[in-house]
């Protein structure tokens, strides 16, 4: 039975099993994140992601949600491999692109004294084009827009971070039911390829509160993407300023994102909790 070396690591509290296949080989990538994605079974994690060789880029990641499904992009997931590839000597460098199925990103490490305190990665640009996301509306962009979900009227703004998000603005996200909530978004038929879902209060104009129901992994403690979203709608729905950074508060703790008309910067920690070995059957 072979071993696996594996790394623990969390980008404000949504943590992920790191597998670099630099130099090893995996075989059946989505049936080993269901394993070891397993919090009573395995390692226990949001998913696991695969930081693999790229031609293209200093790396390539491949993010796995813990249902096996795989994702395009994680916000706080690339800042972790960014890490990864630095304390690892894979990539010993500041600046690193990484490649996703959402494009190259290119990711700014923050060093303190030869370790890494932080991480800004350029995001690209939000598209607001609900045909790209996809969201079955019509329009140039879905932005407060009324809809019915599960039988209930919501106000939608949707955005793609390289991933599809659909942003609700609410008076105490603490207070709603997500385990009900998350699943009837994720599955409505709005949404062809599903959708990650943000639940966001506006505390002033450089500061919001959000919660987000992840399709695949459902309810996590951060969500980079959806961090990003949520600033977009913020702006685009007239709450805070374009060009200036927002803290997002989520339950695992803050990310600064600036959105301009040329891209989504995002600036963030990236934590390694543990390193270990498993047996993979």
């Not at 009573?40 to 994690?45: K, L, N, P």
């Not at 490649?99 to 932080?118: P, R, Y």
């Not at 942003?167 to 699943?183: K, N, R």
Request: contains cysteine; glycine residues 10%.
């Amino acid at each position: 039975m072979p071993e696996l070396r594996f790394t623990k690591m969390h980008g404000c509290g949504n943590d992920y099993v790191y597998i670099s296949t630099f130099d090893q080989t995996i075989n059946d990538h989505a049936e080993l994140t269901k394993k070891l994605s397993d919090r009573r079974f395995g390692i226990g994690g949001d998913g696991v992601i695969f930081v693999c060789p790229s031609d293209i880029a200093d790396a390539k990641m491949r993010i796995f949600n813990m249902d096996g499904s795989e994702a395009q992009m994680c916000g706080n997931g690339i800042r972790c491999v960014a890490k990864f590839l630095y304390d690892e000597g894979i990539a010993r460098k500041e600046v690193l692109r990484i490649d996703t199925l959402s494009g190259v990103k290119e990711v700014h490490l923050h060093l303190d004294g030869g370790e890494v305190t932080g991480v800004t990665v350029d995001m690209g640009k939000a598209v607001l084009d609900p045909a790209k996301l996809p969201v079955l509306l019509d329009g140039s962009a879905v932005i407060d827009r009324p809809v019915e979900i599960g039988g209930k009227a919501y106000r939608i703004t949707c955005v793609s971070m390289g991933n599809p998000h659909c942003v609700l603005f609410v008076e105490d996200p603490a207070s709603l039911p997500l385990e009900t909530i998350g699943p009837v978004f994720e599955h409505a038929p709005l949404f062809p390829e599903r959708i990650n879902t943000e639940f966001v209060r506006v505390i002033d104009r450089t500061h919001l509160e959000m919660r987000v129901w992840e399709r695949g992994s459902g309810e996590t403690l951060a969500c980079g993407t959806g961090a990003c979203a949520t600033v977009v709608a913020a702006v685009e729905n007239g709450f805070c300023p374009k060009g200036e950074p927002v803290t997002v508060s989520l339950r695992g703790g803050d990310l600064q994102i600036t959105y301009t008309d040329e891209c989504v910067l995002m600036q963030g920690p990236a934590t390694t909790v543990f390193h270990g070995t498993c047996l993979v059957k």
